[in-house]
């Protein structure tokens, strides 16, 4: 299933050869598009997103952080909620997805993040139990950590 975020329905053939590049895992090529498109359309945050998306899935955290942080500096502060709202889908889209194609680790990583940007996410830090418990990874250390049980007091 591809979500409602992934660039599937839009006319712009550039962006679905860069998602299919995502989800083929030629990630080069497609940081190589969105980079692209970001010189044609700097003031298209969405590139952004995908391109610290694709920096992530290539084990690039510290340059995916730097990607987005720049981009949210840029604006006020109801624009960067705004953002963080944007950023956050295009991430869960993606955890779905590797969720869905028994990725668990990569939806692991995906989902740490989505707890870094929002870390008030109660749906996500309860995704982020579910997979730690798939990975055996879990402890209940976790909860606390995370703040699970102050939010859902």
């Not at 053939?13 to 692209?36: F, H, R």
């Not at 003031?43 to 981009?71: F, I, N, P, R």
């Amino acid at each position: 299933m591809i979500s409602d975020f992934a660039p599937t329905n839009l006319t712009s053939n550039w962006q679905v050869k860069a998602y299919e590049c995502i989800v083929q895992g030629d990630y080069y090529k497609a940081a190589s598009l969105y980079e692209q498109a970001i010189e044609v359309e700097p003031d298209v945050k969405s590139h952004y997103w995908y391109l610290g998306l694709v920096m992530l899935l290539q084990g690039k955290e510290v340059e995916a952080q730097t990607t987005w942080a720049l981009v949210m500096m840029e604006g006020e502060p109801e624009q960067g909620e705004f953002w963080c709202n944007e950023l956050t889908k295009v991430l869960e889209a993606e955890a779905q997805r590797r969720l869905e194609e028994v990725d668990n680790s990569t939806a692991y990583l995906l989902r740490q993040h989505i707890r870094e940007i929002q870390p008030a996410n109660v749906n996500n830090l309860l995704f982020l139990t579910e997979i730690a418990i798939k990975l055996e990874n879990f402890s209940g250390e976790d909860l606390a950590d995370w703040g699970i049980i102050e939010l859902l007091n």
